[in-house]
């Protein structure tokens, strides 16, 4: 457990830096007697990619650079959302540090009145980043929140004819799915677990189970302890209720995956492996909640969308594991599999998870994702 405590320990004092995380901006429409208001966070780093903010190409942004990138940045910004029937005009801006960066705050407002079921055109960060997503937030007063997930990717106006335009339980129930599909750090966390689960060790050696429901036991309780530990944090964070900074969690996701590989070439948890998943999903926990914990939703509104996102990331893990323990069953009995499927794709993980830790502690681009 040594080396568990040192990497630990390095993603503690790292110190703040760029960190791994889906691009979202959140926008919060709120509809007034004389017309409507929208709020609309971007994250600096989501339009630095965009436009190129920085300017001098030193890799920080200065307060300077970000001033005199302002009409560049609602230039970029408007075109890309449209609301049917409201022509929408810049009526200020502004800067806000969030848990995992700065964002640019631009303010607009319309004297239009939004309909019941708004039709929506979002193209933000279509032609930069595929998995970007608005995060929309519709107040009206006397009402509740509407919730939208606006999509770049999609062509046609979001939200116009459909029955639940608004609704949490669609959206979120596919970002869910979505954003562990598209966490490689944490579908690599997981595969890393699933790697041994098919064979047993012995001081021979790795040997194959001979039947598949030798194998189901252990793994229900590895995803059980992952599942239940990060639905806790991700609760927790999501609420506000405990926080952690994106620079240390970030690394910290990093470091429990170049420990689950290391554990599949070397025993360091020796029996206690459910427990050491268990803390490692409390860490993976935080890495799914910042999209929610930003969104500002009235209570109700918010245990509904965490409930439907918390589900599709169940979901999601779900097919990882059915896919992965089916085909590592089947391998199992291959000569090569303790050599190339354990030690090879253990020594990937570690390799790939060093280069996530190095970039998230410095900043570094080593990785495309």
């Given at each position: 457990m040594k080396y568990l405590f040192s990497l630990l320990m390095l993603a503690l004092f790292a110190g703040p830096a760029a960190a791994h995380k889906a691009s979202d901006a959140y926008l919060q429409l709120q509809q007034q007697p004389d017309g409507i208001t929208l709020r609309w966070d971007i994250a600096l780093r989501d339009l630095d990619a965009a436009i190129d903010l920085d300017t001098n190409g030193d890799g920080q942004l200065t307060w300077g650079e970000i001033k005199a990138a302002w009409p560049r940045i609602e230039a970029y910004a408007l075109p890309r959302l449209q609301?049917?029937?409201?022509e929408m005009r810049p009526a200020g801006q502004g800067l806000e540090q969030r848990s995992d960066g700065a964002y640019a705050v631009l303010r607009f407002a319309s004297p239009c009145q939004l309909g019941a079921h708004p039709a929506i055109s979002y193209a933000l960060m279509r032609d930069v980043d595929p998995t970007h997503r608005g995060l929309l937030n519709i107040q009206r007063s006397g009402q509740g929140a509407q919730l939208m997930v606006l999509d770049p990717s999609r062509d046609e106006p979001q939200g116009a004819g459909a029955a639940q335009p608004a609704s949490a339980t669609p959206s979120f129930l596919h970002e869910g799915v979505l954003h562990i599909l598209t966490g490689y750090d944490h579908v690599l966390f997981l595969l890393c677990l699933l790697l041994t689960a098919v064979m047993r060790r012995t001081p021979q050696g790795w040997q194959p189970l001979?039947?598949?429901?030798?194998?189901l036991l252990p793994i229900f309780g590895i995803v059980t302890s992952f599942t239940i530990a990060h639905s806790i944090t991700l609760g927790l964070a999501a609420t506000g209720q405990v926080t952690l900074p994106s620079w240390f969690i970030e690394p910290a996701i990093a470091v429990t995956i170049i420990?689950?590989?290391?554990?599949?070439?070397h025993p360091l948890f020796r029996g206690r492996r459910g427990v050491v998943t268990f803390f490692f999903g409390l860490i993976h926990g935080f890495g799914f909640a910042g999209a929610l914990a930003e969104l500002n939703l009235p209570t109700g509104a918010f245990a509904w969308a965490l409930l439907q996102f918390n589900l599709g990331l169940e979901l999601g893990q779900l097919a990882i594991v059915l896919v992965a323990v089916g085909l590592l069953y089947t391998l199992r009995r291959r000569t090569v599999y303790p050599r190339w499927v354990i030690g090879g794709g253990s020594t990937v993980a570690i390799v790939l998870g060093a280069m996530w830790l190095l970039e998230r502690?410095?900043?570094l681009a080593l990785l495309p994702v």
């Open positions: 609301i049917a029937g409201c001979d039947r598949l429901p030798q194998a420990v689950a590989a290391i554990d599949n070439l502690t410095t900043g």
